[in-house]
């Protein structure tokens, strides 16, 4: 009876970490307004794109794009490793500046240049291993200038973008607008 009582308990807590929610919530700069512009879920990954009110997903100036992959078992600095060459292949004008590596937070930024059909643009990509896998947001700013003259605001944004976990999804009523469910 001990190990059947046993084996159930594990199992009640076993399940409740593998059905948890995880959400992260953005709190972006006062005086903007920002939409959810793209959202997909396929496999063990979830894309969503937020873009200034009046861009699409398609014709953006500024954007946030967050990628949440369903799976935690790779270390941050190689995941990041990966996704700096995948972005390095698609335009290679410029190397990518660590801001922060820890073992389950990572910090990186670069400007580029033009390259073939690509337009230029500086970003921030930030990878992170909360509860359920890792997430990497990245805030890409087509307008060097704009860039560098809110550089910290922005940097404070990406950083300041938040994991929750809870295991009752009606549990977490947030504001629709700065929260998504990974």
């Not at 190990?3 to 948890?20: A, D, E, P, R």
């Not at 794009?65 to 995941?79: D, L």
């Not at 922005?154 to 295991?167: C, D, I, M, P, Q």
Request: glycine content about 4%; charged content about 25%.
């Amino acid at each position: 009876m001990r190990k059947v009582l046993l084996f159930s308990i594990i199992f009640l807590f076993t399940g409740l970490i593998c059905f948890g929610y995880e959400t992260i919530i953005f709190h972006f700069p006062d005086g903007e307004n920002w939409e959810k512009a793209y959202y997909k879920k396929r496999g063990y990954e979830a894309i969503l794109q937020y873009v200034p009110l009046g861009q699409t997903s398609e014709n953006w100036k500024r954007t946030i794009i967050v990628h949440s992959y369903n799976h935690n078992g790779i270390p941050v600095r190689y995941f990041a490793q990966n996704e700096i060459r995948k972005m390095k292949r698609i335009n290679p004008t410029s190397e990518y500046q660590t801001l922060k590596l820890k073992e389950n937070e990572a910090l990186f930024t670069r400007c580029t240049e033009k390259y073939k059909d690509i337009q230029p643009q500086c970003e921030f990509l930030r990878v992170s291993q909360p509860h359920g896998g890792i997430v990497t947001i990245q805030y890409i700013n087509r307008n060097k200038d704009d860039f560098e003259k809110n550089y910290t605001l922005w940097l404070e944004t990406v950083k300041g973008a938040r994991f929750y976990n809870s295991y009752y999804r009606d549990e977490r009523i947030f504001d629709k607008s700065i929260y998504f469910e990974l």
